[in-house]
């Protein structure tokens, strides 16, 4: 009778804990979010397309058929990352690199969820529909892709990914709708508290990489915005800013080239791979 005990015991283990047994903890995964840079703004390009490592997963956060995509299923990483219709972005970049310089059995798998033009407000799950209900029509209809909610569009991927995965980190790039908001670092890390809190990970476990938008020396419209990106740090010890200097911009001021973006997503890697220590 006691064995027999015993055997059920062991068995009703393995059944509650099947889920931790079934992640790969060489499935390393990134949440990225934020607003246009994040979305993608600039055309991919040929070679942008061609050689993607297979180890470089994106995990579709919408249906597109014309991509033969489905939201939910993992893919490997060919633009666009984001939707169906955008561009080149820094997770792009960054996670080519990543897996370029980590061993061959690390696989890489991104979430994109970002909107164009949206606040940090868009993120704030306590305040996002009264965000929504006073924005214009035209970040409305970019919403419905998520079905109104890009943040819990964001935290039901991820949690689908945690079934194959483990979260390493958070990329950010976000901020120019933003611009002379003081209180924006706090913004980001009631954003980033939840998000740990909802995929029950532990408080601070998770770096959050954030990065500047374009800067000064591209004559970037937002470039004060910067100054207050890179106080972060001190409200949310476990962020990082990626900065932006030098990442090629466009004539609207706003947004970075294709090349600008491959810059910045490498910035974006070689960070993460120095926190890993590799």
Request: glycine share 8%; hydrophobic share 35%; net charge neutral.
């Amino acid at each position: 009778m006691k064995r027999h005990n015993i055997l059920i015991a062991t068995f009703i283990l393995l059944f509650a804990s099947g889920t931790t047994l079934a992640q790969d903890p060489n499935f390393h995964i990134y949440l990225c979010f934020g607003q246009s840079n994040m979305e993608g703004n600039a055309k991919f390009e040929p070679q942008d397309t061609l050689n993607v490592n297979s180890r470089f997963k994106v995990l579709s956060s919408v249906d597109c058929p014309e991509l033969h995509r489905k939201q939910g299923e993992w893919y490997t990483a060919i633009p666009p990352l984001c939707r169906c219709n955008t561009g080149l972005t820094p997770a792009d970049y960054f996670g080519r690199t990543m897996v370029d310089n980590m061993p061959e059995n690390i696989t890489v798998g991104v979430i994109n969820v970002a909107v164009g033009g949206c606040k940090i407000e868009l993120f704030d799950k306590d305040t996002y529909k009264e965000y929504i209900s006073t924005s214009p029509d035209w970040l409305k209809n970019l919403v419905k892709n998520y079905n109104d909610d890009p943040y819990g569009r964001l935290v039901a991927m991820a949690k689908l990914a945690q079934q194959k995965g483990v979260i390493k980190g958070i990329l950010l790039h976000q901020g120019e709708s933003n611009t002379g908001d003081t209180l924006w670092p706090q913004k980001v890390k009631k954003v980033y508290d939840n998000l740990l809190k909802d995929l029950n990970l532990k408080p601070d476990s998770v770096p959050l990489l954030a990065g500047e938008v374009v800067g000064k020396d591209q004559n970037g419209k937002c470039a004060s915005m910067n100054v207050i990106i890179n106080k972060l740090p001190e409200t949310l010890p476990n962020a990082y800013v990626i900065p932006s200097e030098g990442c090629e911009g466009v004539e609207d001021r706003l947004h970075f080239s294709a090349a600008g973006y491959r810059s910045l997503g490498k910035r974006y890697a070689y960070q993460m791979l120095m926190l890993l220590k590799i």
